[in-house]
Nanobody, 117 residues
Framework: QVHLRESGGGSVEAGGSLKLSCTTS????????MAWYREAPGKERERIAL???????TYSDSVKGRFTISEDNANNTLYLQMNSLRIEDAAGYYC???????????WGQGTQVTVSS
C-alpha cells in the first residue's frame, strides 16, 4: 500500500498562514498524481488542490487565490501553502495519491488545521 505522511498542521489565527507537507516514496511520487483534500466535521471530503504530472494545478473555488500546491521533486514532497486562512478552513487535511494507471492510490493519515478568530 502507498505510504504518505502529512505534517505541518496546527493552530493559527484567522488571516494567518500555514504550510503543509506530504512525503512519500520516490517511486510513488514519480508515478502518481498528487492532491490535497480536506474534511471538516459533518462535511464530505473535498479535493481542494491537484498537481498533475505536467505541472498543471487546479483548485477548488473555496481555496482558489489563497492556497498554492507545489512539489519538491528532489525530496519527494508535496506542499500546500495556505494563506489568508479563515475559520471555515479548519479541517483535517489529507494528502492523496490518485489511483490511476500504474499508481495504486492511497491516503495519508491527515493533519489537523485549526483556525481561531
Amino acid at each position: 500500500q502507498v505510504h504518505l505522511r502529512e505534517s505541518g498542521g496546527g493552530s493559527v489565527e484567522a488571516g494567518g498562514s500555514l504550510k503543509l507537507s506530504c512525503t512519500t516514496s520516490p517511486y510513488i511520487f514519480n508515478i502518481c498524481e498528487m492532491a490535497w483534500y480536506r474534511e471538516a466535521p459533518g462535511k464530505e471530503r473535498e479535493r481542494i488542490a491537484l498537481f498533475e504530472k505536467d505541472g498543471t494545478t487546479t483548485y477548488s473555488d473555496s481555496v482558489k487565490g489563497r492556497f498554492t500546491i507545489s512539489e519538491d521533486n528532489a525530496n519527494n514532497t508535496l506542499y500546500l501553502q495556505m494563506n489568508s486562512l479563515r475559520i471555515e478552513d479548519a479541517a483535517g487535511y489529507y494528502c492523496g495519491a490518485l489511483g490511476r494507471w500504474t499508481c495504486p492510490g492511497g491516503w495519508g493519515q491527515g493533519t489537523q488545521v485549526t483556525v481561531s478568530s
